[in-house]
């Protein structure tokens, strides 16, 4: 995820992002440390070209993913891996994992036969399916970031460790993002009015500082536990994308 001066919004601009793979992208798809009791440990390793290539297709999928157009796994084994097809899985999960940290989207497999697939709010959040406008990508992924954070640091977190979370991943306030625009706005005003969030001020606070809870809206649509469990199966398969101090319990 890099910042930009202006938000995407032509397909050969938002592929050109992916190209450019920013932190969370060179964490997934580089080279990483399979635990060798697991099948994947068997494989060969597999470049992050490969695994970029898939991406590419989930990410054209993931522009308009609300149609619910299924994704054949024919169509991304005729485009890589042509002469290594038992490199897929290996390619096809960092790719996902890919998709569901910045998109907020899971790939879920609904014919196992065929092998088709078809992409899911990431524990059950609905954000990117109330985007109508046609242009807008999905955001979800952020808003799982400041969700978990909250989460880990007690069920409150003041916004300057959120903002110094997420610049570790590229993403600052009052910048353009190329996936998520202008991330203050959407944290502290677009998700509030939507319920996700609450952006409350610290009580006596001289000057003014804020903190960040839960929203209502959250809370009926996922769990923290659900949230906890997450992070969990996150941090098992690669590096930890948060500081010591938000370590899962």
């Avoid at 793979?21 to 390793?45: C, I, N, R």
């Avoid at 989930?58 to 299924?70: D, G, H, S, V």
């Avoid at 955001?139 to 570790?168: P, Q």
């Avoid at 960040?212 to 809370?219: I, Q, S």
């Amino acid at each position: 995820m890099v910042p930009t001066n202006e938000l995407c919004t032509s397909e050969e601009d938002l592929q050109g992002q992916i190209q450019a793979q920013g932190p969370v992208e060179v964490q997934l798809l580089g080279a990483e440390a399979e635990d060798a009791s697991t099948p994947l440990a068997s494989f060969p390793p597999v470049s992050s070209s490969s695994a970029a290539v898939v991406v590419e297709i989930l990410f054209k999928r993931a522009l308009y993913y609300r149609t619910k157009e299924p994704i054949f796994q024919a169509e991304m084994l005729n485009m890589v891996l042509r002469d290594n097809q038992a490199n897929f899985p290996v390619v096809f999960r960092k790719a996902t994992q890919c998709l569901q940290l910045v998109f907020g989207l899971d790939v879920k497999e609904v014919d196992h036969r065929e092998h088709i697939y078809v992409m899911v709010p990431t524990l059950g959040l609905t954000l990117n399916e109330m985007q109508r406008d046609g242009q807008s990508m999905p955001k979800a992924g952020l808003l799982l970031t400041a969700l978990s954070m909250i989460v880990l640091a007690g069920g409150r977190i003041c916004e300057e460790k959120i903002w110094g979370v997420l610049s570790r991943m590229g993403i600052f306030a009052g910048i353009e993002h190329c996936i998520y625009g202008e991330p203050k706005e959407l944290l502290t005003q677009v998700w509030v009015q939507m319920g996700y969030l609450q952006y409350r001020q610290v009580p006596y606070s001289h000057p003014a500082r804020y903190k960040f809870l839960w929203g209502p809206w959250a809370c009926a649509e996922t769990s923290k536990q659900q949230v906890k469990d997450y992070l969990r199966r996150v941090n098992r398969r690669g590096p930890r994308f948060f500081s010591p101090q938000f370590a899962v319990m």
